[in-house]
């Protein structure tokens, strides 16, 4: 297809005006879907119906130890539990401490304590005058969100295909000793699904940061959410945890992960690992805040699965139905955009979304025009901090939860709201 | 029998050398005894087997209205967890937030958003130089545990049979802008079993705080746990929602609760309760904080109960298995003690512990004592801020959780070590 740029006026003025007929026609449909969120879809939750009860007597209720899960007690998660997310995360089990259903939770209660406690001995956040966050654009809204809430300053840092600008990074995290942390999502990046790199995990393991209470916030929330079924198309992530100790940073890493895209979204097993001593800490913390999280809910999963091979067979069913969601919003968006020189977009390895970049100035006109005909995308600027996309440019597509006629209808709609966008941007700069 | 005070010099040591020979033969019995925790017994967890299956199939896990509680989404809980624990805590739905397992974790999370975030626009007390909390003694541990970890200064308040002393309260909450809160449980307090009267609730709603984001924080932890089994024998908390807002007062009081002991202690539901704009405010904090709460287990619970009348079946369940342990210990106590003018105790009407006062500094040499023969009771001092009592008399004895043999062997054991502390006092001040 010829190029929108290459175009006379006439001929943009002539494809605006066929597109926007097919847009009535779309306005016309009653169309209501919704794309905004990360939502494992019914198939994917129906997966699980075996842990609703693979605990289901009285007895079922111990651990292998002898805990009754019933019962108060075991702050850090049972055993088992800390094993099976330990295998998850990397971390030995005795490093991994199993919390409640939201990894988010964890990730707010732990940048909560750097401002009411600090960090193994460091200044609580809360009696300094600024406290800064590294984060990687475009990223996770929820991450962002925290900071903001907590009155921190966020500072861009753009991705590239293999992770987060690190000259940048360690530019701020080396010079300022106000920058105290990093949100990151390492593998199949939200909402890019970037793979970083050996060479970035290893710059990130090597910071030598201004601020001892620096931290790296590791959400590996989808170590095994790869797209691809067969068993070699595995893409491995280098052990941030390992790493980071064998270079003599071993506490300058918070790792976080969860269940809730492997089994229930909204009631999965979350955890946390670090090193020994910000384990110990953080168990101290936590004996304050809680007697103990829902470890039925962590048994329920462990015997659920049996191991950690359970778990990845479960996720490839999931990949199952994720791939081809996947592969019809790109199918569709190559056969309506391909060529027109009006977008950037990839069909990613794993994760949850398909990161969209319009041109300069059009997210948030296709955001709107998507929901005016029925269909509910992310917010545009959602992915940048203080939902300020400085290019107006990304969308993030999650393609997860509707089902495929859905999926058709949306992304043909999409496509269309594109163009348009696109062509009234190239008109108004043309006139 | 004749008062220890009553007895000659040499009466008290000839029933030392007796006592201590019972010491002798209970320590070789090689007793391995817990009784420092209000745990729920075996038999009565088991009661709540159905909970583990009344969810089990995918099509179950849907609410009355529709949402899919495996997936994300409904951070204020669903709304018919909201309805049963609001009437649990006398508050109406839409002011009732249902959480993850542990309202102790609730009541953390909402002293640590005092410090970084305030109330309705208050100071964040983490800006202020000085934070105090009322805390009516001898009182729960782990309340006194979350106050102290963020620096709060605690009061002591003495407690009368109707309550907190309210003269001291409203002096303090009155006068120093300082006191941002009082720690509170209402009904069978921890550990004496105290019910507030009517007045007292009055009083308390009639607040003039010096600051206008003090808050009574209302741990409603045992609603329903009465040890009477007697439908008519039932303990009136007056409302302290309705008397705050009635008063003028709506926004002055947090209320918490759980089913910890109503179904697992470890796997329950918990809830908040507040005015509609403290709700507000918390769900917006928690909307920064997690996507939501475990669903799954709020509706396991609805389904469970089916209504709120089934909860307090269940709870007569519960003190079937609670009274006859109460009474026993209660028994041997008396038989023990009763006439020898060494301690004072109540045999409380609901609850889960007996309060039990020996003469001023004995407490931690009987708790002492007791654990060298193989009984471990609550720490002495541990009803106290800072685990320090200040005549060294309070233990609290939780008879929860040991079979019938043991608590015989524990409350005899007991009572040995009360005696010895007190004839080594009595002898020591008579030399």
Redesign the interface.
């Known amino acids: 297809m010829k190029p929108y740029s290459e175009m006379t006026i006439d001929e943009l003025k002539n494809t605006l005006e066929t597109e926007k007929a097919r847009y009535e026609e779309f306005k016309a449909r009653g169309i209501s879907l919704d794309m905004s ?1 990360g ?2 879809s ?1 198939a994917q ?2 997966l ?2 075996g842990l ?2 693979v ?4 007895e ?2 111990r651990t292998e130890g002898g805990t ?6 075991c702050v850090e998660g049972i055993p088992e539990a800390r094993k099976l997310m330990g295998e998850l995360m990397g971390a030995p089990a005795d490093q991994v401490i199993v919390c ?3 990894s ?2 964890i990730m ?2 732990t940048v ?1 304590r750097g ?3 600090g960090f193994l001995g460091s200044t ?1 956040w ?2 300094l005058d600024k406290v800064k966050f590294l984060c990687p654009v475009p990223g996770y809204d ?1 991450h962002f ?2 900071t903001e ?2 009155g921190v300053e966020m500072i861009n840092i753009p991705m590239t295909d293999e992770g987060p600008d690190m000259d940048l990074v360690e530019k701020y995290v080396n010079t300022d000793p106000a920058v105290k942390g990093i949100w990151c999502v390492p593998k199949y990046s939200n909402p890019q699904g970037i793979v970083y790199s050996k060479e970035t995990v290893e710059r990130f393991s090597k910071l030598q940061p201004a601020a001892k209470d620096f931290r790296i916030f590791w959400d590996n929330a989808y170590a095994l959410h790869r797209l691809a079924t067969e068993p070699d198309e595995r893409d491995e992530l280098a052990n941030i945890l390992e790493r980071c100790e064998a270079n003599g940073n071993p506490d300058m890493v918070f790792l976080f992960a969860s269940t ?1 895209k492997i089994t ?4 999965g097993i979350a955890a946390f690992a670090s090193s020994k001593a910000n384990v110990a800490e953080m168990k101290k ?1 936590m004996s ?10 962590q048994l329920r999963h462990v015997k659920f699965f049996k191991d950690f091979n359970g778990m990845k067979m479960q996720m490839d069913k999931h990949a199952g139905f994720m791939r081809p969601k996947f592969m019809l919003v790109n199918a569709i968006l190559k056969k309506e955009l391909e060529g027109l020189g009006i977008s950037r977009y990839t069909l990613p390895r794993g994760g949850y979304f398909i990161s969209f970049d319009a041109m300069e100035g059009c997210a948030k006109k296709i955001v709107n025009m998507a929901k005016e005909a029925g269909l509910v995308l992310t917010g545009a600027g959602a992915t940048f901090p203080y939902h300020n996309d400085p290019h107006d440019s990304n969308i993030r597509i999650a393609p997860s939860m509707p089902e495929k006629d859905e999926l058709e209808q949306a992304s043909y709609l999409f496509a269309n709201c594109v163009k348009i966008a696109s062509l009234e941007k190239l008109i108004a700069e043309k006139a």
């Open positions: 969120r939502m494992p019914k939750l129906d699980s119906e609703l009860t605990l289901s007597k009285n079922d209720c009754d899960c019933r019962n108060y007690g409640g259903n939201a988010l939770n707010f209660d909560s401002f009411t406690h609580p809360s009696k929820r969100g925290v809430y907590f809730s229930y979204a909204g009631a913390h304050f805040q809680i007697i103990s999280h829902d470890k039925i809910n």
